[in-house]
């Protein structure tokens, strides 16, 4: 939250009419699509349609853009922000823009604030607190928070909902999921390219959850126990019985703002100390816990006189998965293999890539980027998460990409946070702090000892027969697609499908030697280190891919024939 702003605005008030909203709204929505419109017209620009008159005109619709929501209000401060996180459906310079869509608005009065508690609890406010300043300390689109005491001298802040907020939801959000409904059945922004109705509906969630406060207060007490045994990370705890769905009472915890320099220095912090705390809790949020804060700014954030940072704000968090983090790490390793297709392959499976997109572009846009990784080893990598996200979002807009909430929040969070590092310690580097993860992850996925060495193998038996059932009938469907002409490239379906037999039989060939020899091996070091059960599953294996290679052979003989 920030400081209360004395700015007016015309939504800042507790009721709401329709017809008003529906006119902001559409009128705000349709002048954004004649922009679009005017903006690919080469006609439009005085100056010469080239690349940097474009640039400057999307960052001018970019800044535009950004004003108008906060003038219409919470939703579109919300709706903006998450917006901000979806480089696959904006131009880089929109998602610059919007990611400073920041809370600057002005607090409602505090009679406002006692009627909504005292309905809230149904009881007076004298009867709740022994002290209750009526001047906010900080106030947002969804709500403002003040500093209290409770009966029993315990020192507290209450953050209270803005009134009408929920109504004023619902008004806009009905608005909204009708301009999804008109992108969805366009024949230029819908069908055939995004699904804004899916979209609308992954933010309505989100917005309907961010202005729970019971829900803010459960991902606090998460994320405090996630850090209850930490020396370097501080969580205020909730109140419960103060707490309601519009009333949250959190402890109060004072701190240096983290962006404040000055005031670091002269408490005697060490600010190179606080830059690597904050780098390593988003390690352990991301690695270890799997949640973690989605919105680190300067303001969530500050520093004890002791060295310990607290977080502030959880009404947005970042959930990952089961299942994701080893997706996340077949990517990590992709890049440290340098295998553009592991990554390609990694992305589709955490739902960033399209199923059936074409993987060329896709390729020589991911090997680009390896190229920059390949100059130096990982711990004196020189860019920043900043520049490698931009890389990630120039890449994303308009390709086959859509990027989930929980990828963009990573980016956004860890981009945010580097900006602080370096604020804090301009020699910072979020690789030196990573360094250690990676090789924990790194250790914990490559390292094996004899018995796991042969439950690998069987593992890619299992791997390779998989393949060898699925690859004819993959083959089959691109004959089929080929067929249809819906490959770009058409061939003689007769030739086309013997070489590809050839091909097919000829890799599944391959990987069998590989694993024959693999096998041989691992047979005489498991009889050598006198394991004598696990040498003579070795062998047996030894046999089964003998055979295999054997059919492997006849059949390609056959192939000849035929083609002699």
């Known amino acids: 939250?920030?400081?209360?702003?004395?700015?007016?605005?015309?939504?800042?008030?507790?009721?709401?009419?329709?017809?008003?909203?529906?006119?902001?709204?559409?009128?705000?929505?349709?002048?954004?699509?004649?922009?679009?419109?005017?903006?690919?017209?080469?006609?439009?620009?005085?100056?010469?349609?080239?690349?940097?008159?474009?640039?400057?005109?999307?960052?001018?619709?970019?800044?535009?853009?950004?004003?108008?929501?906060?003038?219409?209000?919470?939703?579109?401060?919300?709706?903006?922000?998450?917006?901000?996180?979806?480089?696959?459906?904006?131009?880089?310079?929109?998602?610059?823009?919007?990611?400073?869509?920041?809370?600057?608005?002005?607090?409602?009065?505090?009679?406002?604030?006692?009627?909504?508690?005292?309905?809230?609890?149904?009881?007076?406010?004298?009867?709740?607190?022994?002290?209750?300043?009526?001047?906010?300390?900080?106030?947002?689109?969804?709500?403002?928070?003040?500093?209290?005491?409770?009966?029993?001298?315990?020192?507290?802040?209450?953050?209270?909902?803005?009134?009408?907020?929920?109504?004023?939801?619902?008004?806009?959000?009905?608005?909204?999921?009708?301009?999804?409904?008109?992108?969805?059945?366009?024949?230029?922004?819908?069908?055939?390219?995004?699904?804004?109705?899916?979209?609308?509906?992954?933010?309505?969630?989100?917005?309907?959850?961010?202005?729970?406060?019971?829900?803010?207060?459960?991902?606090?007490?998460?994320?405090?126990?996630?850090?209850?045994?930490?020396?370097?990370?501080c969580v205020p705890k909730v109140y419960w019985r103060h707490s309601s769905p519009k009333v949250l009472t959190l402890e109060y915890l004072p701190g240096i703002k983290i962006s404040n320099y000055e005031a670091l220095e002269a408490a005697g912090l060490d600010r190179q100390a606080l830059a690597r705390i904050g780098a390593r809790s988003y390690l352990q949020q991301l690695l270890n816990d799997g949640f973690f804060h989605a919105d680190p700014h300067p303001g969530n954030i500050a520093a004890r006189p002791d060295g310990m940072l607290i977080f502030y704000d959880f009404g947005m968090m970042g959930h990952i998965q089961p299942g994701t983090k080893e997706k996340l790490m077949d990517t990590f390793l992709g890049v440290a293999q340098q295998d553009a297709d592991k990554i390609i392959d990694s992305l589709t499976d955490l739902g960033a890539i399209k199923p059936g997109a074409d993987r060329v572009p896709i390729r020589r846009s991911i090997e680009f980027m390896l190229k920059n990784f390949a100059d130096k080893p990982f711990e004196s990598q020189s860019f920043s998460f900043a520049e490698i996200t931009d890389d990630i979002y120039e890449m994303a807009y308009d390709q086959p990409f859509r990027f989930p909430a929980t990828f963009t929040f990573v980016l956004r969070a860890v981009s945010t946070l580097e900006g602080l590092g370096k604020g804090l310690d301009p020699t910072f580097n979020f690789m030196d702090v990573a360094q250690p993860f990676a090789d924990q992850l790194l250790t914990n996925n490559s390292g094996f000892g004899a018995r796991e060495l042969f439950n690998q193998l069987g593992q890619q038996v299992g791997q390779v027969g998989s393949l060898a059932v699925n690859l004819p009938r993959r083959i089959e469907q691109t004959l089929d697609r080929a067929d249809r002409g819906e490959l770009r490239l058409r061939v003689k379906a007769a030739e086309t499908d013997r070489l590809l037999r050839r091909l097919n039989l000829g890799i599944i060939g391959l990987i069998y030697s590989v694993l024959f020899v693999g096998a041989l091996i691992s047979s005489v070091v498991l009889y050598t280190g006198s394991r004598s059960l696990e040498a003579f599953l070795a062998l047996a294996l030894v046999g089964v891919l003998s055979v295999a290679l054997g059919r492997i052979m006849l059949k390609l003989q056959r192939i000849e024939s035929d083609v002699t």
């Open 1 to 233: 939250m920030t400081p209360p702003t004395t700015i007016s605005y015309r939504w800042s008030r507790e009721n709401y009419s329709r017809l008003q909203r529906l006119l902001d709204i559409w009128s705000f929505f349709l002048r954004l699509l004649f922009y679009r419109w005017l903006d690919e017209k080469p006609w439009s620009y005085r100056q010469g349609d080239t690349e940097q008159s474009r640039t400057l005109r999307r960052i001018e619709r970019a800044v535009w853009t950004r004003e108008t929501m906060l003038e219409l209000g919470p939703t579109f401060i919300k709706v903006g922000q998450l917006f901000s996180t979806r480089a696959d459906l904006f131009p880089k310079e929109y998602v610059d823009e919007l990611s400073k869509l920041q809370d600057e608005v002005p607090a409602f009065p505090y009679q406002m604030a006692v009627q909504t508690i005292e309905s809230e609890f149904g009881r007076p406010l004298p009867e709740l607190f022994q002290f209750f300043d009526p001047t906010p300390i900080a106030a947002a689109s969804l709500g403002q928070v003040h500093r209290a005491q409770l009966h029993s001298g315990e020192e507290i802040v209450v953050k209270v909902q803005r009134p009408g907020l929920e109504k004023l939801f619902k008004i806009d959000l009905h608005i909204l999921r009708g301009i999804a409904q008109y992108l969805q059945n366009h024949p230029r922004y819908g069908k055939g390219g995004r699904e804004w109705v899916p979209i609308y509906d992954e933010c309505a969630r989100i917005l309907f959850l961010e202005i729970d406060y019971l829900n803010e207060g459960s991902n606090a007490d998460t994320f405090r126990r996630n850090f209850r045994d930490s020396t370097e990370i």
